[in-house]
């Protein structure tokens, strides 16, 4: 997807400056290393959350998948600043301020992969401890998924999947009907 926004961006800016990198090409390389980074902390390391006995990842463990994430979150700043810079500032043109809007909106992945993590390691709650003690709540153990955030984190991946996905769908759909 970074690949076909890169070109598009390059179409409609074609005097630009280019990007960060010498190539849209490389732009588009480092979307695996964005995806197996944080695909790692959320997969690998079950959102740094407790295991079925209660014990967390802490130590360099927990360190490590942190800077892993982190790391892809910023290599996807770097991607999309590439992508933004070859686009131009959008002023008055629409398929610009689409680009943009296609580009920035893709930060919402990120939010909500945070917020997942924050809510299942700190927010939720243990049906099974709370039943049988009211007043003490223990955190969800690991081999446990809270209804809330997965209706959550559905719902925001469905809309930001139509928002980005669709969006570039729909820009190059109108600029082909546009393509003189």
Known sequence: MLLDIGWIAEDLNPTG???????????????????SCGSVVRFVANDLRPDKN?????????????????????????????????????????????????????IGYPVVAIFQMYWLNFRSVDPVSSKQCPHHHKGMPGNQYDPFVSF????????????????????CAIRAADYE
């Open 17 to 35: 400056s280019g990007g960060v990198f010498s190539h849209v090409h490389w732009a588009a390389a480092i979307q695996p290393i964005v995806i």
């Open 54 to 106: 209660g014990a967390r990842p802490t130590g360099w463990y927990a360190f490590k998948m942190v800077a892993l994430f982190v790391a892809a979150f910023c290599f996807w700043v770097v991607a999309s600043f590439d992508v933004l810079h070859r686009v131009g500032y959008p002023m008055q043109d629409p398929y610009k301020w689409t680009l943009w809007a296609v580009v920035c909106v893709q």
């Open 152 to 171: 959550v984190k559905d719902f925001s991946y469905g809309f930001l999947d139509v928002t980005s996905k669709g969006g570039l769908a729909m820009l």
